[in-house]
DNA sequence: ATATAGTGTGTACTAGATACACATTGAACA
DNA sequence: TGTTCAATGTGTATCTAGTACACACTATAT
């Protein structure tokens, strides 16, 4: 089969362009429909889902390689990437067989087991706008789609427990700065904020409260248009005012006198 | 030299049984004197200093290495130890002529460069007991000691980098969960305990405020000794109650409602 | 004995977070 | 057409954590 042929030759490239030992991978969070989502991608020939990743170039930042990956399975440029932590324990691919996996692609064993020595890989974590993705497969997959955090199933590779601590982190930089810019439409309104936070934390909030704390952040902008359509009251429009949002990501609160 | 032929053979041990491409550095901190000091190595033959680090064997955790790079600067065991940053800039040597620097080791210039592509590393940092600490110069480096955090001088590579990005996370990790049961000795005094907070902080605090927010979170058992020999009135000794050190360790506070 | 400087302790005040209720609107339905 | 319903808009009382602040005690130094 060609396609034998074709990965031997990617993985002769990538031996000879990337850094080795060294991997990329991305918990790319999207919100839609009141749920927050992750992309993942379906091995070829397989049932088996994964975090898209990627790898190093030799003469390219890290930052860079993974706003790479992302603009391949996204179609996004400018994006929120932030790594979150690196991940390294020999048995980090414990949870499967991985050269049975590999067999799966085609790929000869001995070959196989080139790949799957252990790697470092650096885990990133990625706040993008739902509708504007487009999802793409790479060469080792033939299926790109969201899934609901909730119901994402066993993962490849140590995954789940990146998507685990990918999402412990988001929650955490919650309590500290303001997000929202990178998983809302321009215009928002009140009501989808709070829902994009309580998905996020797991938890419900006060209406009023919500709203009062929010505008004391003093980051959002209250249209004068309404959303139309709704079956309701129609809820006013607002979107951030991205210069005090910058200003609020980099004045983090801490713990003071 | 015979040094040269021992550097050239280490240099080959270390292709053979490290991971390439990645390495470990770390920031390590220690209280002393009312400082916040950090253990520094000085490469051999210069006045060159940069941080303690390591590389990873290919069957090894990498959070064991980084804790055997610690050992071996240390002679500690057990001891508070967290990745809290990966660099990956191709530029991250950019600061000086490393080239140049590895010649003053008598490496001739084609060795050299082999050390110095570009690596990823993993930046942990350390809360480690300034008194039981026995400085170890590694094979690169006759000397080993700490400085004061505001007296570090310009370091080799993006260590200086490193440092600032570890303090803040200190600073940051402050403010959501407690600090001190590995800085300080087992017992201590209530104004030992805010000398370390507002030195990390970099802030003076209020006296009473701040021991009633340190009683506050339950983690502090008072003794019934009092240190003496001081020249003022003998303040209370205080021990950190583990258990609930460690469970105020898990439960991070977070934004809630 | 006296001075000095650091320690032990308590109370009033402030601001941010929380709990909570009623009026308004727009579509859906009778 | 008007009645219903569910969601939105808005304000106030309360609680709690954080802040500002003062006086008494004690061990050494003189």
Chains 1, 2 share one sequence.
């Not at 030992?21 to 969070?29: E, G, L």
């Not at 993008?128 to 969201?146: G, L, S």
């Amino acid at each position: 089969m060609e396609c034998k042929n074709e990965l031997q030759q990617l993985l002769a490239d990538f031996k000879a362009n990337h850094m080795p030992s060294v991997s990329i991978d991305c918990v790319i969070f999207g919100f839609h429909d009141g749920q927050l989502k992750v992309l993942l991608l379906r091995w070829k020939n397989t049932d088996d889902w994964c975090l898209p990743g990627g790898r190093i170039h030799k003469q390219e930042n890290m930052d860079a390689a993974a706003h790479r990956s992302l603009r391949e399975r996204t179609g996004l440029h400018e994006i929120f990437l932030q790594q979150f932590h690196t991940f390294g324990d020999v048995n980090r691919y414990r949870h499967y067989s991985q050269i049975e996996t590999l067999a799966k692609l085609g790929l000869p064993e001995d070959v196989a087991k080139q790949v799957v020595s252990r790697d470092i890989s650096v885990g990133y974590y990625a706040l993008v706008e739902f509708a504007n993705v487009v999802p793409t497969p790479d060469i080792f997959t033939d299926e790109c789609r969201w899934w609901d955090i909730q119901q994402i199933p066993a993962l490849l590779f140590d995954h789940n427990e990146m998507v685990s601590l990918a999402l412990k982190t988001l929650r955490r930089q919650l309590s500290y700065q303001p997000i929202g810019y990178n998983l809302l439409p321009e215009k928002f309104t009140m009501p989808d904020l709070q829902q994009l936070y309580e998905t996020i934390l797991g938890q419900t909030m006060d209406r009023r409260n919500f709203q009062k704390r929010m505008l004391g952040y003093g980051i959002l902008k209250r249209l004068d248009e309404r959303k139309i359509g709704g079956a309701h009251k129609s809820p006013y429009l607002y979107r951030f005012d991205k210069e005090k949002y910058e200003k609020a990501l980099e004045t983090e609160s801490l713990f003071t006198t």
